[in-house]
Nanobody
């Protein structure tokens, strides 16, 4: 059974940093697309970043490029999202999701979103 548990959210001032963690179990990172998503109040859920180790895919939403970094530690079965230069518009509940990687060329966010989800962790960025 795939299980995911996100943590690391909190309150931070604009310009600050946070690192989110997603502890995973029940699957091998090399076989899955694993992503971070977020949902702000009143908005739809959006993909933030996604990684698929089998083909080296790492993607970021335009709004976070250059500020956020996704990484994974296979030995610890943990996915991370390092968030720097945070902005008030980054305020949201952040979720991790993981799904079987699918065929070559299939979208990382799509594959992850179709899989299992962890509970969210709230990130609040004050101005």
């Amino acid at each position: 059974e795939v299980q995911l548990q996100a943590s690391g959210g909190g309150l931070v001032q604009a310009g600050g940093s946070l690192r989110l963690s997603c502890a995973a179990s029940g699957f091998h990172f090399d076989d899955y697309a694993i992503g971070w998503f977020r949902q702000a109040a009143g908005d739809e859920r959006e993909g933030v970043s996604c990684i698929r180790r089998s083909d080296g895919t790492t993607i970021y939403a335009d709004s976070v490029k250059g500020r956020f970094t996704i990484s994974s530690d296979n030995a610890k079965n943990t996915l991370y999202l390092q968030m720097n230069s945070l902005k008030p518009e980054d305020t949201a509940v952040y979720y991790c999701a993981a799904g079987p990687q699918g065929p070559v060329g299939s979208g990382c966010f799509i594959r992850a979103a179709r899989g299992s989800w962890g509970q969210g962790t709230l990130v609040t960025v004050s101005s």
